[in-house]
């Protein structure tokens, strides 16, 4: 529960960030996704949990076409802190891929509730 609240404050912050200082959403990410795999590592309950909040927000900017940001949320702080050792990431990939899935269903979910 409190990963969520800080996965939400976040993007409460970003969006501040965006909107005040006008700058790109892509910009914004690259920063919030390092904060993001700092708590989650510091605070927070690791890699699995980290994997699925950047695989939730990943497909979410895909869905709302905001192509830079999905750039900006690829795991690569993960692999600075692997060494960028891929055998050592392997088992860590469902998680991401657990995070895409659940990404499509707040889109999918959103998108429904959206129509007139």
Do not use: S
Request: net charge positive; glycine share 16%.
């Amino acid at each position: 529960m409190l990963d969520g609240l800080i996965g939400l404050g976040l993007w409460w912050a970003g969006a501040a960030w965006v909107r005040r200082f006008g700058w790109a959403w892509g910009v914004v990410g690259v920063w919030l996704n390092l904060l993001w795999f700092i708590y989650q590592n510091e605070l927070g309950q690791g890699w699995l949990f980290y994997l699925r909040g950047v695989g939730l927000a990943f497909l979410l900017a895909v869905g709302y076409r905001q192509y830079g940001l999905a750039w900006a949320l690829l795991p690569w702080p993960l692999l600075f802190a692997g060494r960028f050792e891929l055998p050592m990431l392997w088992p860590y990939l469902p998680a991401w891929g657990e995070g895409l899935m659940l990404g499509a269903v707040v889109y999918l979910l959103v998108g429904l509730f959206r129509r007139p």
